[in-house]
């Protein structure tokens, strides 16, 4: 199994979306938790690093890649 790879500021889609009806979160906190803002409300969750890969779908935007 891959492990799912993901930075500060990149994009990331989640299994879920927002009941805002946006599916598209910036990682803007990294570490033991992650803290995640939604790119429709701006609404920020913090998760535990476990459980945002497990509920991450796929990276839509690298921070890293212009
Ligand atoms: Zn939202």
Do not use: Y
């Not at 927002?18 to 969750?45: E, F």
């Not at 998760?47 to 796929?58: A, G, S, T």
């Amino acid at each position: 199994m891959q492990a799912k790879s993901f930075e500060l500021n990149d994009v990331v889609e989640m299994k879920k979306q927002h009941p805002c009806g946006t599916n598209a979160w910036k990682i803007i906190r990294l570490g033991a938790d992650i803290r995640i803002k939604c790119q429709g409300c701006g609404h920020s969750v913090m998760i535990p690093r476990r459980d945002f890969e497990k509920k991450m779908k796929k990276v839509l935007m690298r921070a890293t890649e212009e």
